[in-house]
């Protein structure tokens, strides 16, 4: 008989953007701006990321969608990938995302969906450090999580693979 264990999480939830630390305002700020540059025609939701790298420098990502589906892209993976490439190495501190439909208000926070959640454990592993995650809709609550470990328990990493 298998022993049961309980696996919980802790997050922080700000009730606007507003509430947020400086540094983390001007990140959401920013995958705010990123969201509004999406391209969704055919979803009409439209994410935006920011990620903050060991630098300080923020690289915004956004959905690109494609009209054969699978072949689009998140916001999320948009951003990390492109401080893999341009910074390889550099350890990333936090991402933040924002979404927004076209359709109707998109007030409840929006988490990483779970591919990108995997790409985001992908980058913590490697970095063998924690990346803070930060998400809203258009408006209203931000929920703040310290690791991907948050939202991604039990995760797959390479160390499965040696």
């Not at 391209?39 to 420098?57: C, D, H, I, R, T």
């Not at 923020?58 to 699978?70: D, H, S």
């Not at 689009?72 to 390889?88: D, S, T, W």
Request: hydrophobic letters at 40%; a negative charge; glycine letters at 6%.
């Amino acid at each position: 008989m298998g022993v049961q264990k309980k696996i919980s999480i802790e997050v922080t939830v700000h009730d606007t953007a507003e509430e947020l630390d400086g540094s983390y305002r001007e990140l959401m700020s920013m995958a705010v701006n990123a969201r509004k540059k999406a391209y969704a025609p055919y979803s009409k939701f439209s994410v935006g990321a920011a990620v903050l790298m060991e630098n300080n420098e923020i690289l915004e990502g956004n959905n690109q969608e494609n009209a054969c589906y699978p072949a689009g892209l998140c916001a999320e993976r948009v951003a990390i990938f492109y401080a893999g490439a341009k910074y390889p190495g550099m350890r990333i501190r936090a991402i933040a995302i924002s979404a927004a439909a076209l359709d109707h208000k998109v007030s409840d926070p929006v988490a990483p969906c779970g591919s990108c959640r995997q790409a985001i454990s992908e980058y913590e592993f490697k970095q063998k450090e924690p990346i803070k995650i930060l998400f809203m809709g258009e408006t209203g609550k931000v929920i703040t999580c310290n690791s991907v470990a948050d939202l991604l328990p039990l995760g797959f990493n390479s160390s499965y693979l040696e």
